[in-house]
Every structure is written in structure tokens, then in C-alpha cells.
């Protein structure tokens, strides 16, 4: 059984936070920020907008542009790592937001391979005949989880969500295939101390310590990003005998302008077939891939059998791939 993806959608926040923005709020420069990450703005939700609201809007539009109606949706699978709740799981408010009746849902905690890894799993469930209409989204807040007083981390993250339908098909364009991995020796260069089990949000000191916020170590997790998408590609590229020529567009995790160009030097793909739009949306986390993929598709850049790559890596560590004849 072969496995189309028959629609895009992705949403954003009205509300726009500028280098300029950013400048009044810590010791930063435009200038810093755009030539070490490539990031200019990023949208940001507004009180009253939740990971829900964003991900029930990325997904209608996919729904829309599918022409498949929620009742017929088998399979949600959310990825975030800024659910509404810590349960119930956001694809349960986006279930019933949606009227996807019929669907069994859960969320996915992958950071910012998210998307590639409910991509896997949905693949899984279609190949198998356990699901025939699945919706994949990618959504996050990540503007309630950043220290909005901390220079090294609060200029890299965004807020919004893109979502996916994917379709049993007996021909047509496919998801050629997906690999993901995971290295959990490194879990903690890139996490949320606070909010679990082990920083209780009930507990005082998770608050006065600051654990509720992202912790990074960003020059290691640059290094690991780096090594991580080039092997996650060559490992989709080598699983199709596909060289990196055939590829028409690599659509990477946008989480930083160098780690993308890096990745995509590594691999041999020019600037010409390489997406990237985080200059308008910072890092969005899970969301930044289906964001992209309905961005060239709303755009008309994607023609019939063109061969996408596309890479992600995030907090775990976790990373994968995924190609598409489209
Ligand atoms: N504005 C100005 N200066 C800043 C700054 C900011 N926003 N953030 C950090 N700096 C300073 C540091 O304090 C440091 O100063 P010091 O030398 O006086 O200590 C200096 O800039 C250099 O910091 P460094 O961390 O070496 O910079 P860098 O070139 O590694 O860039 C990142 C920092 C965070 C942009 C980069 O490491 C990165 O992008 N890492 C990956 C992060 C990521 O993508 N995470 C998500 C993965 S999914």
C-alpha cells in the first residue's frame, strides 16, 4: 500500500516579534542574531491562543485541501513538546475541535524531529491497513517555555503549527520512506528541567530556579545537528538509491541559518534546491517541516515526481528523515 499525502495546511500567529522587538528585551543586536542564526522574526501567539488553536487551524486547511472530511479521518497524531496540558493529550482538544470523530489520537514527543517521526509512524499504520486517512500535525508554543530574559536562547524559537493528510493509495505520489533515530546519551544538552516528574511545577523551586524554561547547550547541539541531519539523509538517499543530484528540494528543520548550510554543503545540495524560511519563523520546533512543505506547495514549487528530502533533528537527541515523490 502505497502512501500520498493528499493535503497541507499550517498556521500562524498574527502577532510578529522583530530582531528590533527583541533588542528592548535583552542585551542583543539585530545584526547578532541574523548572522549567527539567519533568524529576523518569529510570530508569536497571543493571550488566548493555545498549541490547539494553531494545530486545528494547520490542520482544517490540510482537511480542506485534501477534500476529506473529519469524520473520515482514522489516526491524529500531534507532536509537541508544548501541549495544552500535560494530559489530556493535545490531539484529544483537536479531535474534538476538528469533530474527527472516528480517529483514535495521541501526542508525540520527539522535540523537533516530531514531525518526522509521526510521519514514520503514520506511514506504519497506513502500510499495515490499520488506518487509511491519518492526519500528522506539528505544533507548538514554544514562547511559554523560553526565558524571555535569557539572550541565548529567547531569540531562537517561534510559535505556530502545519499539519499533513496522508492517504492510502494504490498509486500516485508516495512517501518513498522514513527513518528515525534517536541518542539518548545527550538528553540533557537541550531540555525543559521543569514540569515533570522530577522539577514539579507544584514544587517552588522549579519556578524560583527557573527549570520551566528551555536549557541549552548550543554549541554542542550545533555540532550534534550538524553530523546528525547529514547521516539521517544520506541514510534516506542510500534506501531509495537516490543520489543527492536527484533531490528537487531539501526542506531541513529550520532551527539555524548555519546548521542548515552546513548540512546542505555536507550533502552537495546548492542554494537553489534548499528550503528555508526561518528567517520569518525562527525555530517553531516540530512544526517548522510541515510549516515549510505547505509553504512550497501553497507556493506551486512542487511539481509532480519531484523528490523531497526532508531532515530534522531535536532534544533527545532525536533526528530522521523522510523522502517524498510528490
Ligand atoms: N546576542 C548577543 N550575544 C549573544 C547572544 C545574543 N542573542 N546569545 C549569546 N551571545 C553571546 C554569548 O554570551 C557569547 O558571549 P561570550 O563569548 O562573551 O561568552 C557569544 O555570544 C558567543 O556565544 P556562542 O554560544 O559561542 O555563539 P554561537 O556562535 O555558538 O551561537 C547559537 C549561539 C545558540 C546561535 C548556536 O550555538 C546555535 O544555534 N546552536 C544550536 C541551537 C539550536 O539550533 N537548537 C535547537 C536545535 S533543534
New binding site residues.
Given amino acids: 500500500m502505497n502512501v500520498r499525502i493528499t493535503g497541507t495546511g499550517s498556521a500562524l500567529p498574527d502577532k510578529i516579534l522583530t530582531n528590533a522587538d527583541i533588542e528592548k528585551l535583552v542585551d542583543?543586536?539585530d545584526e547578532?542574531?541574523t548572522t549567527?542564526?539567519g533568524i529576523k522574526e518569529r510570530h508569536i501567539a497571543a493571550d488566548g491562543e493555545y498549541t490547539s488553536t494553531f494545530a486545528a487551524e494547520a490542520a482544517r486547511k490540510a482537511l480542506e485541501m485534501a477534500a476529506v472530511n473529519p469524520e473520515e479521518i482514522d489516526l491524529i497524531i500531534l507532536s509537541t513538546v508544548t501541549p495544552d496540558f500535560p494530559f489530556p493529550s493535545t490531539a484529544c482538544i483537536v479531535q474534538d475541535m476538528l469533530g474527527a470523530v472516528n480517529a483514535t489520537v495521541f501526542d508525540l514527543s520527539a522535540a523537533?524531529s516530531g514531525f518526522i517521526f509521526g510521519l514514520s509512524v503514520a506511514e506504519k499504520y497506513i502500510r499495515s491497513g490499520s488506518a487509511k486517512k491519518v492526519l500528522v500535525i506539528g505544533a507548538e508554543v514554544l514562547s511559554r517555555i523560553v526565558d524571555w530574559k535569557d539572550?541565548?536562547t529567547c531569540?531562537?524559537f517561534g510559535d505556530g503549527a502545519g499539519a499533513v493528510v496522508l492517504e492510502a493509495s494504490d498509486g500516485g505520489h508516495s512517501l518513498l520512506s522514513t527513518h528515525t533515530f534517536s541518542n539518548g546519551s545527550y538528553w540533557n544538552l537541550?531540555y525543559q528541567p521543569g514540569s515533570g516528574s522530577r522539577n514539579p511545577a507544584s514544587d517552588r523551586r522549579t519556578f524560583d530556579d527557573k527549570l520551566l524554561y528551555i536549557t541549552?547547550e548550543?554549541?554542542d547541539?550545533?555540532k550534534h545537528?550538524v553530523r546528525a541531519m547529514e547521516e539521517a539523509s544520506l541514510k534516506a538517499l542510500a534506501a531509495n538509491s537516490i543520489s543527492s543530484e536527484e533531490i528537487s528540494l531539501l526542506i531541513p528543520?529550520q532551527?539555524?541559518r548555519r546548521?542548515i548550510d552546513a548540512t546542505a554543503k555536507r550533502l552537495g545540495v546548492e542554494s537553489d534546491r534548499l528550503f528555508i524560511n526561518l528567517h520569518n519563523y525562527g525555530?517553531t520546533s516540530s512544526a517548522s517541516i510541515p510549516i515549510a512543505l505547505d509553504e512550497v506547495n501553497r507556493k506551486g514549487l512542487l511539481k509532480v515526481d519531484n523528490k523531497l528530502l526532508l531532515v530534522a533533528?531535536?532534544g533527545g537527541f532525536t533526528y530522521g528523515s523522510a523522502v517524498i515523490n510528490w
Fill in positions: 542583543t543586536t547578532w542574531i549567527r542564526t523537533c539572550r541565548n531569540v531562537l537541550l541549552m548550543g554549541n547541539v550545533f545537528a528543520h532551527a539555524n546548521i525555530n533533528f531535536g
